[in-house]
Structures are given as structure tokens and as C-alpha cells.
């Protein structure tokens, strides 16, 4: 009887349970999509450094779906505590026909379950059809070769997401039992005619409140955004978070103890229509649901923020990697070892051995031809000479302007001395590069940097000192700016300073800190490439071993491998914001539309004489959708307002990683996703509230 009960309820209670299903469906379906993943990748065709890439990148998701689980599960609880309340009524009749509470129990136990059933099914049956798109999605990021695409089920996602989701509902029950258990018989009854105690708030205190939230969140964003100290520990972060927490809660308890009073002082507008309805109503929404709408804003502000800063970091790899990969590889050593020497980072005294010494004396195309290697497998080599002056550091290079810069950016280590090159040298390497190359005269020198934060800095340095003094030696910068130009190949722009000097400045044998060569490999294909690659790159190959046991380290970087570790990293980063993003603003529009049901099932008794008193269902329908229309907007407005300032973090913080000129697009994609997501959410809230209170109790 009980099972045949719950299935009624089931059919009757569907617009109730709409929104709780299509949430439980959505989150089921990704979270398999996402722990898919492992079976999808054995079909792409892929080199092994990318399978290890993509290997982290699904143990980094699994991790994540943990937290993800736990996010889920508070959205599964929440959503039931409201669906409850919701049939408060309908209980307390069981009740009073003689039913127990633990037969209560036992009905919504039964609904649970078949919700749990239904909702898995559907959602796994979802998640299979989508992975397949996630795995075409995986391909184009990793590049990867989709000949062997077959149709794949993952057994172990299934599985997986099966466990984590009956732990979910397991939860649900617990809470749902707990919760009946504390209802009486009076409450029950007459639940649907309660309304929430609502106080009055004084609008004095409300607007001192809001003034000082305002202040609070103000002085937040002048933090993150570069203002008072540099944001480089954790206690220091923890202040504008905290704050900036303080002042959403701030924002949303205070915005209903003034907001109507200020526009009861406007008739026109307080009296217009169903204003006067719309505006007592939201006054009570938001007065109830401060920790609410605060925990929704910053799930929303989380989101934007992680969905623009990861698409921006991944346009900016993709424009940036062929610039900045332009040979297939460099390779350096250390130049004239000494006898011993402290290593910096461990304080430990160095003894090299005499071979190692003898080595160090050498160019590297030396150490490649003694050590076995075929140096016909390489074309277009350039090698040059790195210089490290002593006296000449970053701190002497920055001179009346050191003390400025050491306030602004503390961890820079000033005391290290510049790389310094030879024009001739860099102009080959410029000229393979086909970068720009550059003239000096004998008393100039040009600073190359091409690291954003380090270019201000630099160009501060030039207008207030430009003239170096070296051994008796004067040298005069040749612009007042930091010319564009690089030598080492990486994901990004990173140089944070070179210079260059003129071929008649004597620059001293011991002065020698690096060997540094670049070259092409003498191959035609892409699998030939490959080939010649594994010399360097691989675990077993011949010129490794024999380096290693001679103890001689010999440093670099492919174009292979930067572009497969930077496509992978950038992958990695997009798929854990995608799947933290879309779970965060599916919670927070799920809760939104939960919330907005139940106020719209609780207050059917108010739309019934807004009927009485003349108004009819067009105005009716205008008044609902401007009360939920600016329900839903106040939490993402001042989500937005965070990002703004909070996204400018992000792309402060991964200045190597990210570029604001590539925001834009991620922003458009970013506020898609929000839109559909959000808008559906909306909509459905929508027309369920107008079926809501459209009902006859």
C-alpha cells in the first residue's frame, strides 16, 4: 500500500519534483562524463609524454569529484528540506487518518529511492552519449588521432557514480527521517497558513550596514587588484576573502531593511500597478534567505571567475605557443664548473668531478659528438655564450629605482646578476628565431624583456637610470624601453631580462655562465621528428646514459614537449573549471528555483486576492515574473561585480599563463554557458510558479 501511495504522490507531486529531478539528472550525467574519462583515452592515438598528461589530468578530476560529491549531496539535503515543507499539509492528513510518523518515513524512503532510481538511470544514460562528445573534446585539446573512435561505456565511471550518489541519497533519508520525527500534528495542519516571522529591520542601521559593506567589499577589490601590500601568503589572501564574504552578507541583510522604504517615498512608483505587491514580497524573500542568496552569489562569482580565467589562459597558450616555439630545440649547461661551489638551493657544498670540470670548458656540440651522438640528425645549429657579470645585478640595473620596485614586488631576487649576450650572438639566434635584430654602438646597451610585469618595471628603470658602469666601462641604454626578444623557447612570454652588449665590450672568460644552442632537427615528418625527440626526451635513450653516468648535466627544451606539457596543463585547467563551474551554477540555480517554488506555494493564499480585489491573471503573471526575474538577478549582479575585480586577480596571479587581451572571448563563452544555464532555471522556475499559484488548495 505504502509503494502504491509514494507512486501516487509521485505522479501527483511531478511539478514539485520537476526541478529536484532535472538537477539530480544534470549532475549524475557529469559527474560520469567526467570520470569517463580513463576508458575514452585508451582510444586516442597519442605520444606517451600526452597519455601521462592525460593520466594526471584524471587524477586531478577524481580528486575533484569528491568535493564535487559533497556539493551535490548539501544541493540533494536542501532540495529535499524544501520539498518536505512543501508537503507539510499532506503529511499531517496522513496523520491524522491514523498514520505513523515511521510510515510517513517510510513513504518518502520509497520516493527517495525511486527518485534516486529514475534520476541514475536517466542521468548515466545521458552522461554515456555525452562522454562521447567529451572524448572528441579531448582529442581536439591534446591534438590527439581519432581513427579508433569507437562507441565506449565506462564500467568503473558507472560504478563510481552510482556509489557516490547512493551515499548522496542515503544522507537524504537520514535527514528526511530526522526531520518528520520533530513535525507535530498542529504544525502540519496549519503549516500552509503560516508565513514567515519577518522583523522589520531599522533603516538607519540598514543603510549604515549596507555603507559599511560597501566600504569593506571597496577595499577588498583595492587589494587583489595591486593596491597596499603583495598578495604572496596565504594570511594575506585570507584578508579580502574574508572581507569580501563580510561584505555580501552585509550587502543582502541590509538591502531589505531600506530598499522599500526608499521606494515607498516614490508613489508613482510604489503604487503603480502591482508594485506595491512585488516589492512587499521580495522585501520578505531577501530578508529570509541572507545566508542563501550570499552562499549563491559567491558560488556564482566562482564560477564566472573560473570559467573566464581558464578559456582565457587556454586562447592565450594556443596564440602564444608557435611564437614562442619556433625550433625544435635548445639545449644548455652550466659554463666553467669551479672546484666546488654551495648549491642554492640546498646550502650543500658541490664537488664536481674532473670530467665534469673539463666538459664545462667545452661548447655543447662537444659534449653531443663525445658522448655519441649523430650531429647529422641536427640543422640550423647556433650555439652561444651566456654572460654573468657579479657587479652587474638586477639591483644595479634598477639604480634610483630599486627602492621603489623592492616595496612593489618583494620576492624578485635583486642580488642576482643579468644574463648578458653579445649582439652578434643574439642577432643569429634572432635571425633563426625570425625575430627583429638590433645595432649597437660601443657605449650602448638594450635591455630585452618580454614578461608583462617585468616590462613596467624595466621601463621605470630605464627613464631614471639608463647608464651602467663596468671595470672603468660606461655604457649608455640605447632606448628608454625594453625591447621585444626572447632565446629560450617556452609556453609563453617569460623573459624577464637580458642584455645586450656591443661586440667591442670585453666580457671575461670567468665572467662565462651558460653554453646556450638552438637547433632544428633534419627530418621532414612529423614521425621522424618523434624519432630524432626520443634521443633527448626519453628515459632509455643512449646520449642520456652516457651523460648520466659521466655526471655531466646537459638541460633544454623540445617544441614537442613544450606544446604537448602546455596543451596538457591548459586542458587540465579547463576541464577542472568546466566541471567545478557548470556544478556550481547548476547548485546555485537549483537552490534559487527550490526556494521561489516554495515561496510561490506558500504564498498562494496572497495571489488569490490579488484575484479578489480585481486583478487578473495577465497582471498576475507580470508581477511573478518581475519578482523572480529580480530574484534570480540580485545574486548574479553582484556575482559580476566580484568577477570583475576578481578575474583581474586570477590574470595577475597567471600573468605567464593568461593575457587580458584574450579575455573577451572567454567572458562571451563564460556568460553562454551562465545564460543557458541560469536562463533554463529561470524559465522553469517561472512556469512553475504560475502553475503553483494557479492551484485551488
Known amino acids: 500500500m505504502l509503494f502504491k501511495l509514494s507512486i501516487k504522490n509521485m505522479k501527483k507531486s511531478f511539478k514539485d519534483y520537476a526541478i529536484y529531478f532535472l ?32 593520466q594526471l589530468m ?167 587588484t595591486g593596491g597596499i601590500y603583495e598578495l604572496n601568503t596565504e594570511e594575506k589572501m585570507l584578508v579580502p576573502i574574508l572581507m569580501g564574504i563580510v561584505g555580501t552578507i552585509g550587502v543582502f541583510w541590509s538591502l531589505s531593511g531600506f530598499i522599500l522604504r526608499i521606494i515607498q517615498t516614490r508613489k508613482k512608483i510604489y503604487l503603480k500597478g502591482t508594485n506595491m505587491f512585488v516589492l512587499r514580497q521580495l522585501n520578505n524573500k531577501i530578508n529570509t534567505t541572507v545566508v542563501s542568496m550570499t552562499v549563491i552569489c559567491l558560488m556564482l562569482f566562482m564560477t564566472i571567475s573560473v570559467l573566464s580565467s581558464s578559456l582565457s589562459i587556454q586562447t592565450t597558450l594556443d596564440s602564444e605557443l608557435e611564437e614562442m616555439t619556433p625550433v625544435d630545440v635548445n639545449l644548455y649547461k652550466t659554463a666553467n664548473l669551479p672546484e666546488s661551489y654551495e648549491d642554492s638551493y640546498t646550502g650543500k ?84 628565431y625570425g625575430e627583429e635584430q638590433y645595432s649597437l654602438n660601443d657605449d650602448e646597451y638594450i635591455v630585452l624583456c618580454d614578461f608583462d610585469n617585468m616590462i613596467e618595471l624595466r621601463n621605470q628603470a630605464l627613464k631614471e637610470n639608463s647608464t651602467i658602469e663596468i671595470e672603468g666601462k660606461t655604457l649608455h641604454a640605447k632606448y628608454d624601453e625594453c625591447k621585444s626578444g626572447f632565446i629560450e623557447m617556452s609556453a609563453s612570454h617569460v623573459n624577464t631580462g637580458i642584455i645586450l652588449v656591443p661586440d667591442s665590450f670585453e666580457l671575461k672568460e670567468e665572467w662565462k655562465e651558460e653554453q646556450f644552442l638552438v637547433a632544428n632537427y633534419n627530418a621532414e615528418t612529423d614521425e ?87 486583478c487578473d491573471e495577465k497582471m498576475i503573471n507580470q508581477a511573478l515574473f518581475r519578482q523572480i526575474f529580480i530574484f534570480f538577478m540580485l545574486p548574479l549582479v553582484l556575482a559580476i561585480i566580484h568577477s570583475i575585480f576578481g578575474i583581474k586577480f586570477i590574470l595577475s596571479m597567471l600573468a605567464t599563463l593568461a593575457s587580458p587581451d584574450e579575455l573577451l572571448p572567454s567572458v562571451v563563452v563564460t556568460a553562454v554557458i551562465i545564460g543557458v544555464i541560469y536562463g533554463l532555471y529561470f524559465l522553469a522556475t517561472y512556469i512553475g510558479s504560475k502553475n503553483i499559484i494557479k492551484e485551488e488548495d
Open 349 to 432: 657544498m658541490i664537488y664536481p668531478t674532473e670530467e665534469q670540470i673539463e666538459d664545462s670548458k667545452h661548447p655543447i656540440t662537444y659534449t653531443l659528438e663525445t658522448n655519441g651522438y649523430d650531429m647529422k640528425q641536427l640543422k640550423d645549429i647556433v650555439e652561444i655564450p651566456i654572460y654573468a657579470i657579479p657587479e652587474w645585478t638586477l639591483k644595479y640595473s634598477l639604480g634610483n629605482y630599486y627602492e621603489t620596485a623592492k616595496a612593489q614586488f618583494s620576492m624578485l631576487m635583486y642580488d642576482t646578476p643579468e644574463e648578458v649576450i653579445k649582439i652578434s650572438d643574439y642577432n643569429k639566434i634572432a635571425k633563426l
Open 23 to 54: 538537477t539530480l539528472v544534470l549532475g549524475v550525467a557529469i559527474f560520469y562524463m567526467f570520470n569517463s574519462l580513463d576508458s575514452q583515452q585508451a582510444m586516442l592515438e597519442v605520444s606517451q609524454s600526452t597519455r601521462d598528461m592525460i
Open 528 to 614: 621522424e621528428k618523434e624519432e630524432i625527440e626520443k634521443v633527448f626526451t626519453g628515459e632509455n635513450a643512449a646520449l642520456s646514459t652516457n651523460l648520466n653516468e659521466k655526471g655531466i648535466e646537459l638541460e633544454g627544451m623540445t617544441k614537442i614537449s613544450i606544446i604537448e606539457a602546455s596543451k596538457g596543463l591548459a586542458t587540465i585547467i579547463i576541464f577542472i573549471a568546466i566541471y567545478l563551474g557548470v556544478i556550481f551554477l547548476i547548485a546555485s540555480s537549483a537552490i534559487l528555483a527550490l526556494k521561489q517554488l516554495t515561496e510561490s506555494s506558500d504564498n498562494k493564499q496572497r495571489y488569490m486576492i490579488l484575484r479578489k480585489i480585481g
Open 58 to 224: 584524471i587524477s586531478m578530476l577524481g580528486m575533484v569529484s569528491v568535493f564535487i560529491a559533497i556539493i551535490l549531496g548539501f544541493l540533494i539535503v536542501y532540495a529535499n528540506n524544501f520539498l518536505i515543507n512543501r508537503r507539510k499539509r499532506e503529511f499531517g492528513i496522513y496523520m491524522t487518518l491514523g498514520m505513523g510518523r515511521r510510515q510517513i518515513s517510510q513513504i518518502i524512503l520509497i520516493e527517495t529511492i525511486l527518485v534516486g532510481i529514475i534520476s541514475l538511470i536517466v542521468g548515466i544514460f545521458i552522461g554515456v552519449f555525452g562522454s562521447q562528445f567529451m572524448s572528441i573534446l579531448v582529442a581536439k585539446l591534446f591534438e590527439a588521432d581519432m581513427s579508433e573512435f569507437t562507441f565506449v561505456f565506462s564500467k568503473d565511471a558507472c560504478i563510481k557514480t552510482c556509489i557516490y550518489f547512493a551515499v548522496m541519497y542515503l544522507a537524504v533519508m537520514i535527514f528526511n527521517t530526522f526531520t518528520i520525527s520533530r513535525y507535530k500534528l498542529i504544525n502540519l495542519l496549519t503549516a500552509v497558513r503560516k508565513n514567515e516571522k519577518v522583523k522589520i529591520k531599522n533603516p538607519i542601521i540598514s543603510i549604515l550596514v549596507f555603507l559599511i559593506s560597501a566600504v569593506l567589499l571597496g577595499y577588498a577589490y583595492y587589494i587583489v
